[in-house]
């Protein structure tokens, strides 16, 4: 029998041998006490003296590469775990588990922004909805009768009292700034509401997560030094970051922030408005007035603030393009997340 | 904001693209929204922040070009107007209340033509979307674009027949004395009829223009004026220029931005120019864009200028503000050199005096009234020298070993709940009133500027939401809805609104579980409820709960020791239907947190493993349903106590083989001492008297 002949044919009968037995089938064949190998090495003797060295070598690679085969043939045959006769399991079958809840996508997010802060060294702090026209515009420097505060539409609650629903999350700066002295680190996540006609972006009901860091010889550059990790930390390391100066009436300096579109990488796109930046965020150095309605020292103390929406972000990341969709609690929504 | 780049290149050199401009106004905070290009010219549209009134108009947004891209303001031709003598009778000017008009100006152009504008007047204001009307009211508004110095031009004879027509007044024509304009407040119920043709209902908030003759027979003024604009909001419809119109007056006012804001929003009615009075309008600028609107008309439309008038003042004081540039660096975070803070400010308009190495003593132009302090002197530098050339640093922050107990304890309860297959949602804090007859009894919040129903009241429970949140889950063909939601519900204690935060949880339809056996369907209850609620309170280490009966036939309150916290309900029939739960049972559930909260032990403690082990003896029995386990439980465990240890509900069965108004039901007990192994001769008398006491007190079949 050819040698070369046998190293051809084995590839392929191995290859069609899709059960225990019939490896064993073929070992026996093969390596078995009366197999093919045996009666190869038998026939020795009978070659020719000049012959016998090659022809050994030859019957050895055989026998090597047959144990070889079998070994691979019967790791792939225990693998495949497909349904066997035994009585053991079909694993095709669904496995059997407690099906897990969803936390809400907007929990979600604010859980992982707050801990991005709290790594940093930020608390999270967080305050009551209800609010006074002092601390949600007076205290931050938002005069009552002034065109900067008509980004703030708000809702009042009847009763003499000028009770309103916050308009943002930032009343919390006063409300903490009133009691501690710095240094302060803060996060403040929260729902805040504003009376907006309710459409695909907007909603009389979102959340906001604020931030502020008061202390000694806080700078402009610390800023963008931490807002710059937490979108990093967010976004990832590639995204690209721009401050845009802008105004609100509680920072001074104030910067927009936007990150380079996380869906076009900069290129332009329709989620970014074919601009290649999404704006994320507002902040700023806190305004000498907010520190003094406060009684903290603006000569000796300096601090920043930041402010998100957190559906935005949610959007943003996620892929939503319609604010509703978090207030609706579809359960096929709430379940991809 | 709207501008085109031709117009901007009237005032200002521009030597870089439509785009590069964009962007450098961009960054420099004067966020250009769109630029498209447009018959020739390129039309950039920019949201202007309300700090910088002086970005409403094109000579304001130049100002900056230059500064961006260091360049001078092109110098404009002096009007040098005089007026002509005549022999008409003057005009003259009465400010009732100075503090609403700091400054009135007024300018008659007699034998005016007024008729359509010229072509590239047209197209510059139709290019940023603003209608021509004729020439004399398109001037008025190319300079209100251009100066941001609203103006309003009357049709003088007009104002002066308007007042003798009312039908208070019957004079004859000859009698006429020379006119007054009047700035004073509205009367109560006082009508004008404005430009756009709605008829205004005014009060005492309105500012208004107004006009009167003085008699001149017996030297009395008469005391009624006929109002012929809302100040500095809209002109009258009587009193507007038209293609008739011969005799123009020219007004050019100072007036208050709280009142203007107030008349704006007492009559509903904000236009281009009450947007730019409510930001201040620069008074130095009055006196040059009415010159330049008056400059503009007599080229355009002939006429001869006849008089000028002003009433009140116009000059504001120039403000110096001292700046430190190292404290300026210090804020920054940057290095930028003294000389280049010079320059940038310089660039802007600012007039900058050296005081000492490190400091000067800045002017603020006249048209920059946002710059008040230094803080604001730094802003300024930041935005020209780049917030993107401002390094980055990492501030050195204090570990923050407080911890934040309800927040860990919120998230506890939120992954548990998700452990035990619940989603969470979030529902709307607003609600409306009607909706919530039948789901509350409470005294609710209410909102004094709804702008829906749905956005009546605060709300005081989260069953409704949650049911409506089935009812959505349901429509969407869903067959199995669980729910739950943390937030804070709001109150109303003695008068006075208080947050409490709650943990709402809503069952409803039939879950579908993948076992061995099969697919095994199991509809919800309330005691799903008590397993979800039990599992939590064991997960925070509650312990001491009970469940009693509430109001309503399937209505439980839940307690820790004595301390109400909350409650679980089957939704009753009449609530299902009117929020369209069909063929459905529905369970909530609400229980505040802080409350709860309370009960959560700060510290865990280990109870020692017991030394010997216990004897399991379980007894098997058919109960009648209406007696409770909770009292066959308890009645078991004073039986057999002290060395009954435990004993629960291991099995309960209903079917075939347990007779109607039965239950199978399986008791487990555990005995053991703290003291000995216990031996099956001490147990056997405590199970046999238990069996006992089932068949006898409670009529037990033991099986």
């Known amino acids: ?337 | 904001m709207k501008f085109t780049y031709n117009w901007l290149k009237d005032f200002v050199e521009i030597k870089i693209t439509p785009e590069e401009l964009a962007h450098k106004l961009t960054m420099a905070g004067l966020e250009v929204t769109s630029l498209k290009a447009e018959s020739g010219d390129f039309v950039f549209e920019a949201e202007v922040t309300s700090n910088r009134p002086d970005w409403l108009s094109i000579i304001g947004i130049a100002h900056e070009v230059a500064a961006l891209t260091g360049r001078r303001l092109k110098k404009q031709q002096p009007q040098g107007l005089k007026a002509a003598k005549s022999g008409q009778k003057p005009v003259s000017i009465r400010i009732e209340d100075k503090k609403d008009c700091p400054l009135y100006t007024a300018k008659i152009i007699r034998e005016a033509m007024v008729g359509p504008s010229p072509d590239w007047l047209r197209k510059r204001l139709e290019l940023i979307g603003c209608r021509s009307i004729n020439n004399v009211v398109d001037i008025t508004n190319y300079i209100l674009f251009t100066y941001g110095e609203p103006l309003h031009a009357f049709d003088l004879d007009k104002i002066v027949l308007q007042f003798y027509s009312s039908k208070a007044l019957q004079l004859g024509k000859e009698s006429r004395g020379p006119l007054e304009i009047l700035v004073r407040r509205a009367e109560e119920k006082e009508e004008i009829v404005t430009i756009d043709g709605v008829k205004r209902v005014l009060d005492k908030d309105i500012l208004l223009i107004a006009s009167r003759t003085k008699e001149p027979k017996n030297q009395r003024t008469i005391e009624q004026s006929m109002p012929v604009a809302i100040a500095g909001v809209m002109g009258g419809k009587d009193t507007e220029v038209t293609a008739a119109t011969k005799n123009i007056l020219l007004e050019a006012a100072i007036f208050n931005p709280v009142t203007v804001r107030r008349s704006r929003q007492r009559s509903g009615l904000s236009t281009d120019s009450s947007y730019r009075f409510e930001r201040g309008v620069d008074t130095d600028t009055v006196l040059a864009a009415s010159s330049a609107a008056a400059g503009l008309i007599l080229k355009l439309c002939g006429g001869k200028l006849a008089l000028a008038r002003s009433a009140g003042m116009s000059l504001q004081k120039k403000r110096g503000i001292d700046l430190d540039t190292c404290r300026l660096n210090g804020a920054l975070g940057a290095k930028i050199p003294s000389l280049k803070i010079r320059k940038i400010l310089e660039s802007l308009g600012f007039k900058v005096k050296a005081k000492g190495k490190d400091s000067f003593s800045v002017t603020v132009p006249s048209q920059r009234q946002d710059v008040l302090s230094e803080i604001d002197l730094v802003e300024e530098v930041a935005r020209i020298y780049g917030f993107e050339n401002i390094p980055t640093s990492d501030p050195a922050l204090a570990a923050q070993l407080k911890d934040n107990r309800t927040r860990d304890l919120v998230a506890q309860v939120r992954e548990t709940l998700a452990g035990l297959g619940l989603n969470e949602a979030i529902t709307y804090s607003l609600v409306d009133r009607e909706s919530l007859a039948g789901f509350s009894g409470e005294t609710t919040l209410e909102i004094l500027n709804p702008l829906s129903q749905d956005q009546e009241v605060l709300r005081p429970t989260l069953a409704l939401s949650l049911a409506k949140a089935i009812s959505f889950n349901l429509n969407q063909k869903q067959e199995y809805v669980n729910l739950f939601e943390v937030a804070n519900l709001f109150l109303s204690a003695s008068g006075k609104p208080r947050e409490e935060l709650y943990l709402g949880i809503a069952l409803c339809g039939t879950r579908e579980l993948f076992l061995e056996q099969g697919l095994v369907r199991e509809e919800a209850g309330l005691l799903h409820l008590k397993g979800i609620i039990e599992t939590l309170f064991c997960r925070l280490g509650v312990k001491g709960h009970s469940f009693k009966a509430g109001r309503g036939p399937a209505a439980l309150d839940i307690y820790v020791g004595d301390k109400h916290i909350g409650r679980m309900l089957k939704l009753p029939a009449d609530l299902k239907a009117r929020l369209d739960i069909k063929n459905k049972e529905a369970f909530l559930l609400e229980i505040s947190l802080e409350r709860l909260f309370g009960f959560a032990p700060t510290e865990k403690r280990l109870t020692p493993l017991p030394k010997y082990p216990g004897i399991t003896r379980d007894i098997s029995f058919i109960l009648k349903e209406d007696i409770a386990v909770e009292e066959v439980l308890g009645a078991v465990r004073d039986q057999a106590k002290p060395l009954l240890a435990q004993v629960r509900i291991a099995d309960y069965y209903k079917g075939k083989q347990i007779p109607g108004g039965f239950r199978g039901l399986t008791l487990s007990c555990i005995y053991r001492s703290p003291e000995r192994t216990l031996t099956e001769a001490e147990v056997a008398p405590l199970q046999a008297a238990i069996s006992a006491l089932l068949t006898e007190r409670f009529g037990a079949r033991i099986r």
């Not at chain 1, 629903?165 to 240094?183: A, D, E, F, G, N």
């Open chain 1, 1 to 337: 029998m050819d040698i070369n002949e046998i190293l051809a044919q084995v590839d392929a009968e191995i290859r069609d041998i899709g059960t225990r037995e019939g490896l064993e089938e073929f070992r026996v064949k093969y390596l078995g006490r009366k197999g093919i190998v045996a009666q190869l090495t038998g026939s020795i003797p009978t070659l020719p003296v000049e012959e016998r060295g090659r022809f050994g070598q030859q019957v050895n690679a055989l026998k090597n590469k047959l144990s070889c085969l079998i070994r691979e043939k019967e790791k792939s045959l225990a693998d495949s775990g497909t349904k066997a006769a035994s009585g053991e399991e079909d694993l095709g079958m669904p496995g059997i588990a407690q099906e897990l809840g969803h936390l809400h996508p907007v929990t979600q997010i604010i859980t992982r922004i707050c801990d991005i802060f709290m790594r940093m060294g930020f608390a999270v702090v967080e305050g009551p909805e209800i609010e006074n026209e002092y601390n949600n515009f007076t205290g931050l420097n938002i005069p009552l009768e002034h065109p900067s505060r008509d980004v703030f539409d708000t809702f009042y609650l009847k009763g003499g009292e000028k009770l309103l629903l916050r308009s943002h999350t930032s009343p919390v700066q006063i409300r903490v700034m009133q009691k501690q002295k710095p240094p302060l680190a803060v996060v403040v996540p929260g729902r805040v509401y504003r009376p907006d006609a309710v459409d695909a972006s907007h909603s009389f009901m979102f959340h906001q997560i604020e931030g502020f860091l008061v202390d000694k010889g806080i700078r402009f550059s610390d800023l963008k030094g931490i807002l710059e990790a937490f979108a990093r930390a967010v976004f990832g390391e590639e995204i690209k970051m721009r401050f845009r100066p802008h105004f609100f009436p509680f920072t001074e300096p104030s910067a927009e922030v936007d990150i380079s579109c996380i869906i076009c990488k900069g290129k332009g796109c329709s989620v970014c408005g074919r601009k290649g930046w999404l704006e994320i965020l507002g902040s700023g150095m806190i305004h000498p007035n907010v520190f003094k309605h406060v009684g903290i020292d603006p000569e000796v103390y300096t601090g920043f603030a930041f402010g998100m929406g957190v559906e935005r972000i949610a959007m943003l990341k996620y892929g939503i393009n319609d604010i509703r969709l978090f207030f609706e609690n579809d359960l096929r929504f709430l379940k991809q997340f």
